[in-house]
């Protein structure tokens, strides 16, 4: 009697846990949400922010106007007590792999470095990192720390994402997982770096001449997600500065991921784009830049191992790049528009249960960093234009959207990493694939690439008042 009273007991306590579980799962998991992006409110606040902005975009024209400059932001490694003023730590991650893996030492050192423009009194500034991404809690120093002298809108970021790099400069579980653990301190001495550098860049402005170019290498970059049958973003945008002094700035974008180096490597290294950045100055570019393009679905292709591989991808980049430096045409009378962009998103979707389930908004928000500003920014000079985001947009996105300009006698560039960081944007086809782009890291619903994909359309066809 006392066993079958004992086996009822147990048998309503394990029911008990059974509907506990249950119910745990259903609250920290939810469906994913297929509503069709153009329903939905953030789409229709993001549509009003574009408009009041494109209505408020000036175009002007009148005489080039450039300043450059670059600063140093390798951390210093020190056994004994750090100095984060001095750029003196003992212990930073390295970015962008998630090993856990401390540096030791110092490959090559990695650099920021600005181009600020002015034409007719209207000024944005370039500003590119050796880093894996542009924390956003940097840009917002930043911002603050420029207040009454140039906003947040003229400023458009973007990096070289090389995974060896600096990290602990993100907060919460994700930002850890990729970065290390938080340290304010890193933070505040990047934006102090990085606020220099703006201001170094704005009062070396000189009378100027602009240009830009493009070249297929599609020998460096290969499709990640599906292989060699995926279409390729294989192009290398160049845009040239050569203030009338004789100094020569030139920006390359380029659509590769920058991990040539992998997890076996301890030691800060610009990757590939460092390799891309030092030949062109040994060739005679004044200041080399680096723009990570449209890398959510492109990864690298060259020869040799590690180290080898980084140098054989960025110097044979190089090469490319001067076939259409030396060539290149130059304009000191430039049309100039900008306009920036308050992007509305959608609940979080992030981190896969099943095919059909996500962590619902409230645990993955647990997760992720708050964000708090996010900006689509687009800027036309002359038949040029630069569109920058703040996601790794797919590289099969951006062909489509390039080549539409490209027949509208544009060329263009699109960048990523512009401030803020909303993990990889893939087309919808890919949404259900088991891959790490889309399974992983596509933290926003199967709606999300074509969401930007139409702002970004309607953000060019603003900037060259056309329809593509």
Not at 21 to 41: G, K, M, N, R, W
Not at 84 to 99: L, Q, R, V, W
Not at 137 to 163: D, P, Y
Not at 439 to 445: K, S
Request: aromatic content about 12%.
């Amino acid at each position: 009697m006392k066993t079958k009273k004992w086996q009822r007991r147990s048998l309503r306590v394990l029911g008990g846990l059974l509907l506990l579980l249950f119910a745990v799962f259903f609250i920290s998991t939810q469906a994913v949400d297929t509503t069709p992006y153009f329903e939905t409110e953030y789409y229709k606040k993001t549509i009003a922010n574009m408009d009041a902005s494109v209505k408020d975009m000036a175009e002007v024209k009148g005489q080039l106007l450039a300043g450059f400059a670059r600063t140093n932001i390798t951390p210093t490694i020190v056994n004994g007590t750090p100095n984060a003023s001095k750029g003196e730590f003992n212990t930073i991650k390295m970015a962008g792999f998630g090993d856990g893996k401390i540096a030791v030492g110092v490959h090559d050192s990695i650099f920021a470095k600005a181009i600020a423009v002015e034409v007719n009194g209207e000024e944005v500034v370039f500003i590119s990192a050796d880093m894996v991404l542009i924390p956003e809690l940097v840009v917002l120093e930043v911002a603050e720390n420029l207040k009454g002298e140039i906003s947040r809108k003229q400023l458009f970021f973007g990096a070289t994402h090389t995974h060896s790099s600096i990290g602990n400069c993100i907060p919460g579980f994700v930002g850890k997982s990729f970065g290390g653990e938080f340290q304010p301190e890193v933070v505040h001495w990047l934006s102090k770096k990085f606020t220099k550098l703006i201001l170094d860049a704005r009062k070396d402005k000189l009378p100027s001449k602009f240009s830009s170019g493009n070249i297929r290498t599609p020998n460096l970059v290969r499709n990640r997600i599906i292989g060699e049958t995926g279409r390729l973003n294989d192009r290398l945008n160049l845009v040239s500065f050569s203030q009338d002094n004789g100094r020569k700035a030139v920006i390359g974008i380029f659509a590769a991921h920058a991990t040539t180096i992998s997890t076996w490597n301890d030691e800060y290294s610009g990757d590939y784009p460092g390799y891309f950045q030092r030949s062109l100055e040994a060739k005679g570019t004044d200041l080399a830049l680096f723009f990570a393009g449209t890398v959510g679905s492109h990864t690298n292709k060259g020869e040799g191992e590690k180290f080898e591989k980084a140098k054989y991808v960025g110097e044979t980049l190089a090469d490319s790049a001067m076939v259409v430096i030396n060539t290149m045409e130059y304009d000191s009378v430039m049309i100039l528009a900008s306009s920036t962009t308050q992007l509305e998103i959608p609940k979080l979707q992030a981190f896969s249960i099943s095919d059909t389930r996500k962590l619902s908004p409230f645990m993955g928000s647990q997760l992720m960093p708050e964000l708090k500003s996010m900006y689509v920014q687009g800027l036309k000079l002359n038949d040029f234009i630069w569109l920058t985001f703040p996601y790794e947009l797919s590289g099969e996105y951006g062909i489509n959207l390039k080549n539409a300009l490209e027949l509208e006698g544009y060329n263009s560039a699109l960048t990523s990493f512009n401030g803020q960081y909303l993990g990889y944007i893939v087309p919808q086809k890919y949404y259900y694939y088991d891959t790490y782009e889309a399974r992983l890291m596509g933290w926003y619903g199967p709606s999300m690439g074509d969401y930007l994909m139409e702002l970004n359309y309607r953000l060019a066809n603003a900037l060259i008042n056309a329809r593509l």
